[in-house]
């Protein structure tokens, strides 16, 4: 071979292999396909999540009204009682004794009455003929009012007895559940001070405390003002208790009172719930997550919780834009619902939010969004055409 030959067919070669280098940087990489969801706004439950602690709905001390001795407990430790149930009996043997003499007196005092109205009834007679004096008139009158007022206070003597001695069957003020007995049979009870017997709890229904921080509520108002937020009118603000496997019950309680007064040491303001309890489930002074009801959200964003990523500057969502980039765009999440964030800032109606695949993008990059279902009609064709393949090989 001569050597322009031999030049040629080296200068081809070398043509070929830049051809043979340059074709893969004309090629380029399809866009990666992401799943997206489109931003709808709705109106969502306003929902707050709250520790609080139950507490009876009524609590009544049982106390000994009278001195006595304790005989007898009737009632069952822990058990339901009836309002006017007897709970314990005291001695009533020194009660029936002093209303017999109560009686006593009562009768003295009406005999006495009796002497002095007939003097005073003689006396009015003979006094128009002279025959007593004004003198004696007006003592045996006067004899007659002080007996008469002696019959009047030995009558409520006797009442006084008779209540005292009623008292002597301790009975339960309300209905509800009896605790433990504070007195053993046997005890004297009731000299000075009323001894505590036991206590009765109401606890169906029962009252959820709990408190919300005086910032929050006035962020929920300003957003009330400005129509972001709907608050439910009294008596239609509902509260949930979630037991601690984040379950709720079936019964749904009421927000029935708020202070109006925010607590100086906390800044919080303190609500209450009744909670209906009719298996009696809940007890009373045991901590509880509570969900409150307050109203609605107006216009808020629904977004799964995988969406939505975050650094030191926000939570953000990343969205593919109307050109087909990427684009990141920081959100307000209010808080979670199921598996969703509620986000109130930072999404439009219509964006088209990556919920799949954003190991995938990167922001103004261009990428491909494809709705979950098409996803899942190409995983469905992938997987029907696997088989087919392999029984071609």
Known sequence: MTAPIRSLVLASALLAALAACSKPEQQQMPPPEVVVMSATPKDVPLERELVGRLSPFRSSDVRARVAGVVQKRVYQEGSDVKEGQTLFLIDPAPLQASLSAAQANLASA?????????????????????????????????????????????RAN?????????????????????????????????????????????????????????????TLRQAQGAGQVQLAAEGQRTVQVLLPNGQAIDQTGTLDFSDTVVDPATGSVSLRATVPNPDRTLLPGTFVTLRATLGEQKGAFLIPQSAIQRDTVSAYAMIVGKDGNVVRKNVTTQQAVGNDWLITDGLAAGDQVIVEGLQKVKEGAPAKGITAEQAAAAKAAQAKAAPAQGKAE
């Open 158 to 218: 006797v009442q006084t007895a008779r209540i005292n001695l009623g008292y002597a069957s301790v009975t339960a003020p309300i209905s509800g559940r009896a605790g433990k007995q504070q007195v053993t049979e046997g005890a004297l009870v009731g000299q000075g001070d009323a001894t505590l017997l036991t206590t009765i709890d109401q606890i169906d229904p029962l009252y959820a405390n709990f408190s919300m921080s005086s910032s929050e509520l006035q």
């Open 110 to 154: 009406q005999a006495t009455y009796a002497n002095s109205k007939a003097a005073a009834d003689r006396a009015r007679q003979l006094a128009p003929q002279k025959f007593v004096s004004r003198s004696d008139l007006d003592n045996a009158e006067a004899a007659e009012r002080s007996a008469a007022a002696a019959v009047q206070q030995a």
